[in-house]
């Protein structure tokens, strides 16, 4: 069973920064693509940005480009966002998403696991 667990939320100032954290077996980590999505109040879950197993590629929504960052530690079976410059938009629950193999997450009918999610939220 997949398990995925989220950190890191909480409550910033607009220009702040976060930095989320998805931890999981390294069994998961190494077999899996992940992920983070987000889901604002009354809104449809959307997917926030992605990279590669190897973290050679990435692939992020035009909204959060230049401004939030997904990377990978093998060592420590740990996917991150950092998010910098944070908007009140931004404001969020945010999930860890994985999808067995080598596909991309993008895509919500895909996802294989979720976390629990984490709470952001950005004050103007």
């Known amino acids: 069973q997949v398990q995925l667990v989220e950190s890191g939320g909480g409550v910033v100032q607009a220009g702040g920064s976060l930095r989320l954290s998805c931890s999981t077996s390294?069994?998961?980590?190494?077999?899996?693509?992940m992920g983070w999505y987000r889901q604002a109040p009354g809104k449809e879950r959307e997917f926030v940005g992605t990279?590669?197993?190897?973290?050679?590629?990435?692939d992020y929504i035009d909204s959060v480009k230049g401004r939030f960052t997904i990377s990978r530690d093998a060592t420590k079976s740990t996917m991150y966002l950092q998010m910098s410059n944070l908007k009140p938009e931004d404001t969020a629950v945010y999930y860890c998403?994985?999808?067995?193999?080598?596909?991309?997450?993008?895509?919500?009918?895909?996802?294989?696991?979720w976390g629990q999610g984490t709470q952001v939220t950005v004050s103007s």
């Open positions: 998403a994985a999808r067995k193999g080598p596909l991309t997450v993008r895509f919500r009918d895909y996802i294989d696991a």
């Open positions: 390294e069994r998961t980590f190494s077999t899996y693509s």
């Open positions: 990279t590669s197993m190897s973290g050679a590629t990435a």
